[in-house]
């Protein structure tokens, strides 16, 4: 991940137990943060904060760049991903032990409020104002939807398909992609109408999805099978009835993309 400011490239170390920083410009490794706890998943917030979870430690570890300051809480059990409120001042975290979103204050880490889910938070998605959060996971054919601002609420759990997993968000329209854990359906729901417009076969099981930054294209990976297949967001066609059917969308195309592939990036064309 590379900080707000561009200047730093950050990464986690799960045997090491270690944040590494290295400069964005020349690659050279800069500071290595020691960990109590082998790090599975980090976040990069406002004021140079980076949350970094520690699985099965049940830990969650807080570092400020700029000072080499550090933070933990321990939390009840295991966590999963984190995620900075927009604003940086809320971290939301993944609480698998407890079922529920556990707000904390940054920096100091404090509870600040425990919402409970109907599902495993697996997967964490912001929509595009941060406004939104979904949460995914074993235990529901649904994603819940959070309200990080204002009153810390779960708003309501929306019908996404079957076995939500792997999630993102396009801005305009709106749409919230939602891939199965257990097959290779993607499920897209209207986030402003909340509700299922269209399911789209992508052949495999999806284990990765992001947006292009023009909400032209999703893109949909499978790591298994080294396949990226893409979704024309602008043809989409809201079809209310799509959820008993594959319906309101189609594949644009299908791309070898190498042997175990486990991210996309997209990077903006210059122009």
């Given amino acids: 991940r590379m900080t707000i400011d561009g200047k730093r490239l950050l990464a986690i170390a799960p045997k090491s137990r270690q944040l ?26 406002q004021g140079g904060y980076v949350a970094v979870s520690t699985g099965s430690h049940g830990a969650v570890e807080l570092f400020a760049l700029s000072t080499g300051q550090h933070w933990r809480a321990q939390m009840s059990g295991k966590v999963g991903a984190v995620r900075f409120r927009g ?11 407890d079922r529920s979103i556990s707000v904390l204050s940054v920096p100091a880490l404090q509870l600040v409020a425990e919402l409970p889910l109907a599902m495993d938070p697996e997967n964490l998605c912001f929509n595009s104002d941060q406004g939104q959060l979904f949460v995914s996971g074993q235990g529901m054919d649904g994603v819940a939807i959070v309200f990080p601002y204002g009153v ?120």
């Fill in 87 to 97: 604003d940086g001042q809320l971290l939301l975290v993944a609480n698998l032990h």
């Fill in 152 to 271: 810390l609420e779960v708003e309501q759990t929306v019908l996404a398909g079957r076995d939500p997993g792997v999630m993102a968000c396009s801005a305009n329209p709106a749409y919230l992609f939602v891939g199965s854990n257990s097959g290779s359906d993607i499920c897209i729901l209207d986030i402003n109408r909340r509700k299922v417009i269209g399911i789209v076969d992508a052949g495999y099981q999806p284990t990765y999805i992001t947006t292009t930054p023009d909400s032209q294209y999703a893109l949909v990976l499978d790591a298994s099978a080294g396949v990226l297949a893409v979704i024309h967001i602008s043809v989409i066609r809201a079809d209310f009835k799509a959820v008993s059917s594959k319906s309101g969308a189609s594949l644009f195309t299908m791309l070898s993309v190498g042997d175990k592939p486990v991210h996309v990036a997209v990077v903006p064309r210059a122009v």
């Fill in 20 to 45: 590494i920083e290295a400069d964005a410009t020349s690659l050279q490794v800069v500071r290595r943060n020691k960990m109590d706890g082998e790090p599975i998943d980090m976040d990069v917030g």
